[in-house]
């Protein structure tokens, strides 16, 4: 019998992209790595099944490997098989196959001729598919890369003069940078100021992937197509709001890579901070990708600089020590493969924010993100005021919980609006019960994955969902007061949380010092 198709296909296939894409070339520099391996090929590989691709793509990947173009068919199809939402369609595949090819290149500053070999290689694939020259960059590379990539980009003449790269000018070339951007203000900056001298900010999609994520977006749709939340999102009602990032991973084979990041460069500088301004914006008066970054960053400017001895009042740090994941023995971070016996990196943050407007004035924002956490779960939860201590919430031993509106972003995600009702019977009890909206039950099917989201933006031109370089250098001011006080800290300053615990206990000291509590998840 023929399965029913779910809402969500249902609704899918009714939906077609507000804006068609053009036929494009999209070029993976670090096509051989990682990112492309897990995420990207196979979010390319959805987006062609669900016929979102636009006609004659076609998809290069550049890097050191030696592939030709059926060993990175083959890389592709493992990638896939092995990370995509949606298994290989056979039917489907020689297809998207047929768009795949590699070029072996390396990116040396020194060298002027470095991207010659992708420049022969794009006028064939060009030409062969019909192509005007539409070209999409990505940077998916280590970020010590960004800027060489970029200047050889420039060299080769492959991006149009900045004065000729309008918006509407084709064929176009747009740049997409992965995170992170420096490892601090002034580097941040630095990249961003190369960046600049070959491609105009129109032309540069900086990806926080988080902003890709369905129910990341749905928080706009939560709070603005419904009017019982936002008269309620303000410092009159709100008591405070919590937003957790938890990971039960390690730190896995990043090492080289985290051991000069840790927890607050990582998660809290960018997706945390989105996250943080998506729930406290104000309603943008349009879905122009400007308007809504302007919102944006006006909650990221209204931050109270959390700077000296503040840090140590606010801000809580840890490292994981040896415990468990799910009953297995797992060793600490200071055994972590690549990581040093001695290291001081964070892999766990926790923070009391406030946002100094009028909206949110003196409501306290409480964030935690870790690795090695007993689940991987993230949560923004709004917590509302107690009612009144009388009637139902008279009896000072047993106060009532409060309203929580949970947004779960991972996993099952949904949200929950936990409120009080009366228990059935003669006597007035009164217990919480939950509304509760799960988007597997309701939509069936799977959301498509963040990258595949985020990519077909770029290749209509919509920038709302990435970062501009105003935000970027606004979430790194706020948070480098932070980073200095620690580095003027002593190593020992930092403390260990078990492995499979929810974190070190001065976390909970400092949520319980403003008198609330972390919420159980
Ligand atoms: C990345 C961080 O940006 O986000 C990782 O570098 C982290 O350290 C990851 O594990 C989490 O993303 P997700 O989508 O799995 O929550």
């Known amino acids: 019998m023929a399965e029913t198709p779910s809402l969500f296909d249902r609704l899918a296939v009714a939906e077609t992209p507000p804006v068609a894409a053009e036929p494009v070339t999209v070029v993976i520099f670090g096509g051989a790595g990682d990112l492309a391996h897990r995420k990207l090929l196979p979010a390319l590989y959805n987006l062609h099944?669900?016929?979102?691709?636009?006609?004659?793509?076609?998809?290069?990947?550049?890097?050191?490997?030696?592939?030709?173009?059926?060993?990175?068919?083959a890389f592709a199809k493992d990638g896939i098989e092995k990370f995509s939402r949606r298994p290989i369609?056979?039917?489907?595949?020689?297809?998207?196959?047929?768009?795949?090819?590699?070029?072996n290149a390396s990116i040396d500053d020194t060298e002027d001729r470095a991207l010659a070999p992708l420049g022969s290689r794009l006028d064939i694939v060009?030409?062969?598919?019909?192509?005007?020259?539409?070209?999409?960059?990505?940077?998916a590379v280590p970020p010590a890369l960004?800027?060489?990539?970029?200047?050889?980009?420039?060299?080769?003449?492959?991006?149009?003069?900045?004065?000729?790269?309008?918006?509407d000018a084709r064929p176009f070339a747009r740049l997409i940078v992965e995170k992170p951007i420096g490892r601090d203000l002034q580097s941040a900056c630095d990249i961003d100021d190369a960046i600049a001298e070959v491609f105009n900010e129109h032309q540069i999609y900086r990806i926080d992937h988080y902003l890709g994520k369905e129910t990341v977006q749905n928080i706009l749709v939560l709070r603005f197509a419904n009017s019982i939340f936002e008269p309620l999102f303000n410092q009159k009602y709100i008591d405070h709001v919590q937003i957790t990032?938890?990971?039960?991973?390690?730190?896995?084979?990043?090492?080289?890579?985290?051991?000069?990041?840790g927890a607050l460069r990582d998660m809290v500088q960018n997706h945390?901070?989105?996250?943080?301004?998506?729930?406290?914006?104000?309603?943008p008066h349009s879905l122009e990708s400007d308007v809504v970054r302007d919102e944006k960053l006006e909650v990221l400017q209204s931050l109270r600089p959390i700077a000296g001895d503040r840090v140590d009042a606010q801000v809580v740090r840890g490292q994981y020590a040896a415990g468990f994941d799910l009953g297995k023995p797992v060793s600490g971070y200071r055994q972590e493969p690549g990581v040093s016996p001695t290291s001081t990196t964070e892999t766990y943050v926790a923070l009391q924010i406030f946002i100094d407007n009028w909206r949110w004035a003196g409501v306290p924002f409480f964030i935690r993100t870790g690795k090695r956490l007993p689940k991987r779960a993230s949560e923004i939860s709004v917590h509302l005021k107690e009612v009144p201590p009388i009637l139902f919430n008279a009896n000072p031993n047993g106060p009532l919980d409060p309203n929580v509106l949970s947004i779960r972003i991972q996993p099952d995600e949904g949200?929950?609006?936990?409120?009080?009702?009366?228990?059935?019977?003669?006597?007035?009890?009164?217990?919480?019960?939950?509304?509760?909206?799960?988007?597997?039950?309701?939509?069936?099917?799977?959301?498509?994955?963040?990258y595949e989201r985020l990519l077909l933006d770029v290749m209509v031109g919509d920038s709302t969902l990435f970062?501009?370089?105003?935000?970027?250098?606004?979430?790194?001011?706020?948070?480098?007061?932070?980073?200095?006080?620690?580095?003027?800290?002593?190593?020992?300053?930092?403390?260990?949380?078990?492995?499979?615990?929810?974190?070190?206990?001065?976390?909970?000291?400092?949520?319980?010092?403003?008198?609330?509590?972390?919420?159980?998840?």
């Open 272 to 283: 945390m901070l989105q996250l943080l301004s998506m729930i406290a914006m104000e309603p």
């Open 146 to 167: 960004f800027v060489p990539t970029v200047r050889q980009l420039n060299r080769a003449r492959f991006v149009p003069p900045r004065d000729q790269a309008t918006r």
């Open 126 to 139: 060009e030409h062969e598919r019909g192509l005007s020259g539409n070209r999409i960059y990505y940077l």
């Open 49 to 73: 099944l669900d016929g979102l691709l636009p006609p004659r793509t076609s998809i290069v990947g550049v890097g050191r490997k030696e592939f030709d173009d059926n060993k990175y068919r």
């Open 245 to 261: 990032v938890a990971e039960a991973e390690g730190v896995g084979t990043r090492a080289n890579y985290y051991e000069q990041a």
């Open 89 to 103: 369609d056979e039917h489907a595949w020689p297809t998207f196959a047929d768009t795949v090819s590699f070029v």
């Open 467 to 521: 970062m501009r370089r105003d935000a970027v250098e606004a979430g790194w001011r706020w948070v480098m007061p932070i980073l200095d006080r620690w580095s003027a800290q002593k190593a020992d300053a930092i403390p260990a949380y078990a492995a499979g615990s929810w974190g070190p206990e001065e976390a909970d000291r400092l949520i319980e010092s403003a008198g609330r509590q972390w919420r159980a998840l």
């Open 415 to 450: 949200f929950a609006l936990g409120i009080s009702s009366k228990i059935p019977g003669p006597r007035v009890r009164v217990y919480p019960v939950q509304m509760d909206f799960h988007y597997g039950s309701t939509f069936g099917g799977t959301s498509p994955e963040a």
